[in-house]
Structures are given as C-alpha cells and as structure tokens.
C-alpha cells in the first residue's frame, strides 16, 4: 500500500543550475577550465576544482601518486590565472 503522506510524494524538480558569472570571470573560468583538462593529460591525475568567493578564486582537489600531485599542483600554481598576492613586511 502506498503512503498517502506528502513526504513520500515525488515532485519533478528542475535540475540545479548554477548561477551566471559575470563576463569579467567568465574568461578565467574557461582558462581555469583549461589548465585542468592540460594537467590532468600531461600528469595522469584527477584534478576536481570549484569556484568560491562568487567566482573570484577557485578550490582544487588532485588525487593519484604523490610525484604526479605534487607536479600538478606546481603547475596548476604556476599557470592559475587569478593568483593571490602574498603580503609580507620585513623590518
């Protein structure tokens, strides 16, 4: 017997989408895009990223040998197009 109960009912939702970014970091998620895709076939490792603080850097995750990780994430340092700019004051 079915459950008449709404928590059981089955609802068709749309599929997530994912809001726009704006044309300024459009550009950067399609080089961003590319760099990944790249160092995934020259290292042969998994590379899974997404973007926080609305777009304007991103989270990288790289899973497979350690030699292969550490090149990749060299790369992906190397080539990232937004890069953070470290700080530092030396008296």
Do not use: W
Not at 3 to 29: G, I, M, N, Q, V
């Amino acid at each position: 017997m079915l459950s008449t109960a709404p928590s059981r009912d089955f609802h068709h939702h749309e599929p997530y989408k994912p809001p726009l970014l704006p044309e300024h970091l459009t550009s950067d998620a399609d080089a961003v895009q590319k760099l990944v895709v790249m160092a995934m076939q020259l290292h042969g490792c998994h590379v899974s990223y997404y973007p926080v603080d609305h777009g304007t850097a991103y989270n990288f995750h790289v899973t497979g040998t350690y030699q292969q990780v550490m090149l990749t994430r060299g790369l992906i340092l190397k080539d990232c197009p937004i890069q953070v700019g470290l700080l530092s004051e030396f008296s």
